[in-house]
């Protein structure tokens, strides 16, 4: 021994030399302490004895070697030649002894050797005995190296084979105290390894000024160098003489680097080398059967002092996570793997605690992370919001701020500055987290990313205090609409991009936009009135240029375009929010609506305003219909753009309501621009009436045969000659100026007009002699037939309400009116209708037109380019047209029938009557219908019993009298007057007398109709009406018989279908049942003759 003790000092000199300089010993002490080791060694080799005292405790995880499955086990204990035995625990896997034996050891290479038996006592094991001299079956054994113990120790051994054929498994807990004669004072040498290790540990870093000197190791055993060379062999040969247990170094330098844990390099050889700890204790349990815990508190170390140790690391690294921006800067590549490997530490520790300590519920590493990283946020949070402006001019190397803006901060309400840059910065540290901590913090994927978290939790700081500064703005708004806008777009781009997708937000609605609701609604307002501005000025720019087109292929001007520019960019804008909150989407969409109604309808009211101006110039007028028209397009468009279908309700229904008012726009435009060319349209209208009236030709035409049928179409094309060269002038150029919308309708309105004109023009015309704008009366001189075609000539072409006014007019002139101006102008009007030739058109004349309204038709039609055939064939005034034409080509018994069925209401006399319009009188009239059941004759019996009441006055002697007609088809040789007796100046005259008509069975009752007249008889003249009553049989058909009181009225009243068939029939004079009826229904009452005084 002496020898290799020199051999290895000479090699190996440094080692000495590193000794020395770790415990400051100099070379003549040092030279004593190996002068008294030598001397040392060679006195043990002779002199050297100890004491060993050893309990065995239990053990745990024996193998079972009964039939039974269990055993029977007992311990030897053999030191040197001495062996002492346990007591027997039966059946028992995991037996406590508890018995301690001692011992005498005077050789220090002697060993401790623990063997573990099955006790048997049946015959195979005394057969067993006999051959091997073991009765007993082997459980396992451990061998101890007595030089290799000091001090007391409390040690779980794994039982070992003694052959490879043994099964074996578990693991026996002893406790052994050695005392060596001579070493009495001298330190365990676990106590002595641990102050060589740490001297060791503490002198390398002072020597790198504080660092830790990391050695380069690799492989499977690398966690068990702890220095380089040669201190590594010093601390090797100390654990291989002294029985120092590698997890005891290991341990023992865990302990040295957590006195060193902020130094680069540290945590990730702290975490391998407590992972390699956890793996001692806890991964051997699956084959020792001993709990880790176990296993732990018999660690040499030292139970309480490791578990202290690792608490005031994890404290330590929770205290250096929660400023992790700090501590580990992500601008250091070498520390963010540092971090990587704190969180690894930390991992591990949770590891220990829970299968090592087997703590319950320890504290979970990721929660440690989440909640230190957390912290770490917020306070990086408010370092940014307390430090805004210089961190941001620090950052992006900006000019130096206005004092007063760094000293208002996020409360100055004159500037939003503040919060651009807080964002700024904020995006900085997002995007910093994003990039360099989350991809080293990511050893819990599913619980913690860095870079999520960072936009979750300064959002949701920067959220509130962004909320409360706006609430304040609002009170006083004293920046601009315009910056509150670009704030908002800013707060926007930071959520969309770092926050939308980032629990808890992801699929949540987000609450900025309230924020910035009603700074958004100011903006609106705001830009209305420049909306306006604007379309005001581009309106006025068109009407300079006399709205020209936009372009070679557009049919509108510029203003349009102009003006939906504007709108545009205002929607652009909206839409460039993005905004995710519905209900706010819905109130801008409402709003934005509103002013699209606002300008829009401006803008058409200053087309209505000056359309008529401009309709002379007929490429203008239409570019301004043109206009509107695209104003529906471009506002159908931006309806699609706002939503479509899917935009609220309210907001679409605005836009609907104004599409609606633009359609009304549009079409009151075209019905003043096809108005404007009523005049043009008439005259060529009137040359067609004179071209009709030219066409000759009398009887009945058939259609059927083509020579007539030819006949018929040359003339209708003749007639239609001066129409159709305006139609197709006018109508051409109206297609090339026009959009196809507004080309359909103008076709509409010029339809309307031509069918109307041809009706009111040529089918039945008016009178033209101005005569006939005075009042008529009948009276004895005039031919009354005459007078009533002329009167009725005239009252057709008014209202209806002007054509009773004019008959009362008639009825009821003035008293003090010389009769003989009356009689003088009707004269006048009487001579001139003698020379006029009244008669109704042709068939062949009638056919003609009817054959030139199908090429009209034709002709708007377009083959399908102009207005539809539906359209066409229902329009009203086709039908009215058609059906005035018809009317010419029916018989007096048709066209009368006809009047009865339509002309339902001829005296109305309500509760309150109008002025003039109050009864003269009534008359009592019982009338009863009888039918023969074999021929069906229909007979009507009036009994006409009394009139009361009947106001009028004359100055000669008054004698009325009732007289009844019956009117309706096939009456021309049946009696159709009866008349009763006169009374004398009796003015409530009883009559009771009875009539009989006789209807005959060619129609129904309900074509016919009792006219009552009651009238003053006068001897020599023409009797004078009084008033006249109308009793339609229609309605007493159901009941049979009537008795009724009939008020009287001046005269009767007509619609226009009553006035189109009076008309008519007025024309036919060689027609006595025409003739009667047109007087009957004409006549009105006569001016009552009072004497003037």
């Known amino acids: 021994m002496k020898d290799r003790m020199k051999i290895r000092e ?184 641990t102050c060589l290790h740490e001297n060791l540990f503490h002198y390398l870093c002072e020597q790198a000024t504080g660092q830790v000197k990391l050695p380069d190791a690799k492989g499977d055993e690398a966690w068990k160098v702890y220095f380089e ?87 330590s690294l929770r205290i250096d996570l929660s400023v992790y921006r700090n501590t580990f800067p992500a601008s250091d590549a070498a520390r963010l793997q540092d971090l990587k490997s704190t969180v690894d530490l930390l991992t591990s520790i949770t590891f220990f605690r829970m299968k090592v300590q087997e703590l319950s519920s320890p504290p979970r590493a990721s929660t440690v992370v989440k909640d230190c990283v957390k912290a770490c946020m917020k306070s990086t949070y408010q370092f940014l919001f307390d430090n805004c402006y210089e961190l941001y001019q620090r950052e992006f190397q900006t000019d130096h701020e206005n004092p007063q803006d760094i000293a208002e901060g996020p409360n100055s309400t004159k500037s939003l500055e503040f919060w651009h840059k807080l964002i700024a910065l904020v995006v900085s540290v997002i995007e910093e987290d994003r990039t360099s901590y989350t991809s080293v913090l990511n050893q819990f994927p599913q619980e913690l990313n860095v870079g999520q978290m960072s936009a979750s939790m300064q959002w949701s700081l920067f959220s509130q205090d962004m909320k409360y500064a706006l609430e304040e703005h609002e009170k006083e708004r004293l920046c601009k609409s315009s910056e509150y806008m670009n704030l908002h777009f800013k707060v926007k781009w930071l959520y969309n991009k770092y926050v939308t997708e980032v629990p808890p937000y992801k699929g949540e609605v987000p609450e900025y936009p309230l924020w910035f609701e009603s700074f958004v609604m100011q903006w609106l307002n705001e830009n209305d009135d420049v909306s306006m501005e604007y379309l005001h000025g581009a309106y006025e720019r068109d009407k300079k240029d006399v709205f020209q087109k936009a372009s070679e292929h557009a049919l509108f001007s510029c203003s349009v375009t102009d003006v939906f520019t504007q709108l545009s960019q205002c929607f652009d804008v909206i839409k460039k929010l993005e905004c995710p909150h519905p209900e706010v989407v819905k109130r801008y969409m409402k709003r934005f609506s509103k002013t699209i109604q606002k300008v829009l309808l401006a803008y058409a009211e200053l087309v209505r305003r000056d359309f008529e101006r401009y309709t002379p110039k007929h490429n203008v007028a239409c570019i301004m219909m043109n206009n509107i028209q695209q104003l529906r397009v471009q506002l159908e468009k931006m309806f699609e753009a706002m939503g479509g279908d899917k935009l609220d309700t309210e907001a679409a229904g605005v836009l609907t309501q104004l599409q609606q008012k633009l359609n009304s726009v549009l079409d009151d435009l075209s019905s003043i621009f096809a108005t404007s060319l009523n005049v043009q349209i008439k005259q060529s209208i009137q040359e067609l009436g004179s071209l009709l009236g030219k066409v000759s030709g009398s009887g009945q035409v058939s259609l059927s045969q083509p020579s007539q049928r030819n ?167 086709l039908q009215s047209l058609r059906y005035a034409l018809s009317l010419y080509t029916q018989t007096t018994d048709s066209l009368i029938k006809t009047f009865v069925q339509t002309q339902t209401s001829q005296v109305s006399l309500n509760d309150k009557p109008a002025p003039g319009e109050d009864a003269v009188g009534e008359a009592s009239i019982q009338v009863d219908l009888f039918t023969h059941p074999g021929t069906g004759e229909h007979k009507v019996t009036v009994k006409v019993v009394a009139a009361n009441n009947i106001k009028w006055q004359t100055n000669s002697m008054f004698r009325p009298f009732i007289e009844v007609n019956l009117i309706g088809p096939h009456l021309s040789n049946r009696k159709r007057k009866q008349s009763t007796k006169s009374k004398s100046n009796n003015w409530s005259p009883k009559f009771n007398e009875s009539f009989q008509f006789i209807l005959g069975n060619e129609a129904e009752p309900d074509c016919y109709e009792l006219h009552i007249c009651a009238k003053d008889y006068c001897f020599a003249r023409e009797d004078r009406l009084i008033g006249v009553a109308v009793l339609q049989l229609r309605d007493i058909v159901e009941k049979g018989s009537c008795a009724c009181w009939l008020p009287l009225a001046k005269c009767i009243h007509l619609d226009e279908t009553g006035w189109t068939v009076l008309r008519i029939l007025s024309q036919r004079s060689n027609d006595e049942v025409a003739k009667e009826f047109v007087k009957l229904k004409s006549e009105c009452r006569h001016p009552e003759e009072v004497e003037q005084r």
């Open 229 to 315: 060379e040669p201190s590594q062999d010093i601390v090797d040969e100390f654990a291989m003489r002294y029985g120092i247990e590698s997890i005891y170094q290991a341990m023992t330098h865990f302990s040295c680097l957590s006195t060193k844990y902020m130094c680069p390099g540290v945590p990730a050889v702290m975490s391998t080398l407590l992972a390699n700890i956890n793996a001692f204790y806890a991964h051997t349990t699956a084959t020792t059967a001993v709990s880790a815990s176990d296993r732990f508190a018999a660690s040499n170390f030292g139970k309480e002092k490791f578990v202290k140790l690792l608490d005031q690391l994890h404290n």
């Open 10 to 193: 000479h090699n190996k000199p440094e080692i000495f030399d590193l000794i020395m300089n770790v415990f400051s010993v100099d070379k003549k002490s040092h030279g004593g302490h190996m002068k008294a080791v030598k001397q040392s060694v060679l006195d043990g080799t002779s002199k050297w004895s100890a004491k060993l005292a050893i309990t065995v405790i239990c053990a745990q995880g024996l193998i079972g070697k009964d039939k039974t499955g269990t055993s029977d086990p007992y311990v030897t204990v053999q030191v040197g030649k001495t062996k002492k035995r346990t007591k027997t625990v039966p059946q028992d896997l995991n037996p406590v002894w508890n018995e301690k034996f001692y011992f005498e050891c005077h050789n220090s290479s002697d060993r401790i050797k623990v063997r573990v038996w099955d006790e048997d006592d049946d015959l195979k094991a005394k057969l067993r005995s006999k051959f091997t001299r073991e009765s007993d079956d082997f459980l396992g054994q451990t061998i101890i190296e007595v030089r290799t113990l000091s001090g007391e120790m409390d040690v779980w051994y794994n039982l070992e084979k003694r052959t490879d054929k043994s099964a074996v498994s578990g693991a026996i807990r002893m406790h052994i105290s050695v005392e060596i004669k001579g070493e009495e004072k001298v330190a365990p040498y676990h106590v002595q390894y």
């Open 711 to 877: 006949t018929i179409q040359q003339e209708s094309d003749a007639i239609l000659r001066p129409l159709m060269d305006f139609l197709d002038g006018s109508l051409t150029m109206f297609a090339q100026v026009c959009e196809k919308t507004v080309l359909k309708r103008l076709l509409k309105e010029l339809w309307r007009i031509v069918m109307h004109t041809l009706e009111k023009t040529v089918v039945l015309p008016p009178l033209t002699d101005p005569r006939q704008m005075f009042p008529i009366p009948s009276n004895a001189q005039a031919k009354i037939e005459d007078v009533s075609r002329v009167l009725l000539n005239h009252v057709s072409q008014m209202p209806g309400k002007m054509s009773t006014s004019l008959l009362q007019q008639v009825s009821t002139g003035p008293a003090s009116q010389p009769f003989a101006d009356i009689s003088r102008k009707l004269a006048d009007i009487s001579k001139d209708m003698e020379g006029k030739n009244l008669t109704n058109m042709s068939p062949k004349q009638c056919a003609v037109l009817d054959m030139a309204l199908d090429t009209i038709k034709q002709y708007f039609h377009a083959g399908g380019n102009g207005l539809k055939k539906t359209f066409l064939d229902k329009s009203p005034e």
